[in-house]
């Protein structure tokens, strides 16, 4: 298995994109069974590569499955899925900053791919499909982020004049990286905005509002202490992530992950790739 987790970005695209992910495993004489992936909301929105092998998506509540694209663009998700993994599973994601998607897709109000996966061939240039097409005959794992990345920096000079960090961008960055409760009134003085514009800017950038993205960002940050930190106590993740009690981290569990999280854990560390937080 092959697996870089935060590969930094080109200093040109760092005020846009945190960091790429990339994740080879040959699966082939694995069963089907067990190449599946629990992946319950997490508090980023990205772009996934897969160059190799097709990878399947599975909605956990009704068993749902839908094949991926060789690239797709992935909203704010609110419930989880499961990612079936092909033989040749290679991954690619880029791990946008928050609030940047809604401005790469041209003000596209998230609410339109909020719970589902979208190719992104349908919504970028044709570059998009020469850079799809470059990637499968590829095999330099840095040159297949050169080639990811030349395009981005064409697409970012191409919006330069529209690309501007706001303040609501700062607001939801708070947000995603704090374990403090931060109150509306606060979250909306950052952003400069009224009660009313906050929630409709959240509507436009995540697809929710402040406080479910909070709890969801929350939830997110638990999740990886865990994952990252099997040795403590849930009790201390609780605390440590911003919850009240280990009541209120088990009430997001169980909406969000569908189990308890002793449960999630098991189910990520009998995945492929084991004990890696990422998409699929």
Known sequence: MVFFPHIQPHSALRPYVRHYLLLHVQLSNTPSAQRIKPIPPDADQSLFFYPRSVAQTIVNRNGETRPNPSSIFVGQQTSRINILHGEDHLIIQVCFRPGFLYQLLGGMPATEFQGKEIDAECLMDAGITELNNRLREETDYRRMIDLIESYLLKRIDSLARSLQLEPIDRAILAIKETNQLLSLDWIADQA??????????????????????????????????KASNPQLDWLDVAYACGYFDYSHLMRDFRQFA???PTMLIAQDNASPGTGNRYHG
Not at 194 to 216: D, H
């Open 192 to 225: 400069c905005l009224s009660s009313r514009q906050l929630e409709r800017k959240f509507q436009e950038r995540l697809g929710m509002g402040p406080k479910f993205y909070a709890r969801i960002a929350r939830f997110d940050r638990a999740f990886k202490l």
């Open 258 to 260: 569908e189990v308890s």
